[in-house]
Nanobody, 115 residues
């Protein structure tokens, strides 16, 4: 299974921006779909955005128009550009990879948005 390491989480004011990164231990062009999920305190983990190796993206309604997912196959890295952040975006953000052998998750990175 691929190993995933997230980075880029931080404390930011509402309206600000952050870019999360997810470094993979394998060549990500072989990974069918990668994505970001998040989990706020006391809540279940929820879908944020996914991207296939063909470049097809999908977003949760709550982040459409504000977040952009992308992948750099040369750097084996997945990104999540987050703009116009809101306090309700506060959560631990997890990177995910779907391969033929199963699912892989990173350890998460904390994003905190202050009002």
């Amino acid at each position: 299974q691929v190993q995933l390491v997230e980075s880029g989480g931080d404390l930011v004011q509402a309206g600000g921006s952050l870019r999360l990164s997810c470094a993979a231990s394998a060549r990500i062009f072989t990974i069918f779909r990668m994505g970001w999920y998040r989990q706020a305190p006391g809540k279940q983990r929820e879908f944020v955005a996914t991207i296939t190796n063909g470049g097809i993206t999908n977003y949760a309604d709550s982040v459409k128009g504000r977040f952009t997912i992308s992948r750099d196959n040369n750097k084996n890295t997945l990104y999540l550009q987050m703009n116009s952040l809101k306090p309700e975006d506060t959560a631990v953000y997890y990177c995910h990879a779907l391969q033929s052998g199963g699912n892989s998750w990173g350890q998460g990175t904390q994003v905190t948005v202050s009002s």
